[in-house]
């Protein structure tokens, strides 16, 4: 039997069981405060993700910003945000064949070396897109990368399905375990304009920044989908 847990108000979880092919109705959304949190992804797998919601369904500019540890050696995506018409309409993922970040907006892919990504480090990364301009940019630990087209003059709209941990293939699924995410994340945000260079480096530098107005990792509406675990953020001691 498969499971899922949808967290809700004070903190409190609630497991609930179901049979396979047995369709489900959410409840209404509760909000979550994940600060000094993380989630951890402990194996590869087809499955386990978690769903992120918003009320939010049109967007002509996009910031996600998240901390990630992992191993290097394997594909993984962290972000993917999937609508109707678009099953890519904002990704963030790794490709470790070819050594690149491999972002796609409105299906369309920008690509971005980065050798300073390194394995079993916390990183924070932050991808930007103003759909005007098509201009999209990744941040890594601070460092900005050239600004990349990918896609303009529409925006990502529709009923978005936001999952941490999977790439979506199709809308809400197609999920495969050469590209499941298998390590900790934590401090996701995502706005609905492109945040200033600053708001990043202060992002970045773990600084007061105005937390996300569509996703906010310290009111987050989510639901963890099988074996995915909500743990105390792991911290360096010096």
């Not at 191993?71 to 678009?86: M, Q």
């Not at 992002?203 to 989908?225: E, H, K």
């Amino acid at each position: 039997m498969a499971g899922f847990i949808r967290c809700r108000q004070m903190m409190m979880c609630q497991m609930t069981l179901f049979l396979p092919l047995v369709m489900l109705t959410a409840g209404v959304a509760g909000i979550t405060d994940l600060s000094g949190k993380m989630f951890t992804f402990p194996q590869n797998t087809d499955v386990a993700h978690v769903r992120l919601f918003t009320s939010k369904q049109d967007f002509g500019e996009v910031t996600v910003c998240l901390r990630s540890f992992t191993e290097r050696g394997r594909n993984h995506g962290f972000f993917s945000l999937a609508t109707p018409s678009a099953a890519n309409d904002f990704l963030i993922i790794w490709s470790e064949t070819k050594q690149e970040f491999k972002p796609n907006v409105r299906d369309v892919r920008a690509d971005f070396g980065r050798e300073d990504y390194e394995s079993n480090v916390w990183h924070s990364i932050c991808l930007t897109w103003d759909s005007t301009s098509g201009l999209t940019q990744l941040w890594l630990d601070g460092k900005p990368s050239p600004r990349k087209y990918t896609s303009s003059g529409s925006n990502i709209t529709g009923n978005p399905i936001i999952l941490l941990g999977q790439d979506q293939d199709s809308y809400g699924g197609g999920f495969s375990t050469d590209q499941s995410f298998v390590g900790m994340m934590s401090d996701v945000h995502m706005w609905d304009y492109v945040l200033s260079p600053c708001e990043i480096q202060n992002y970045m530098n773990d600084l007061n920044v105005t937390p996300g107005n569509v996703l906010n990792w310290r009111a987050l509406d989510f639901q963890i989908v099988d074996r995915v675990l909500l743990e105390n953020k792991q911290q360096t001691c010096y």
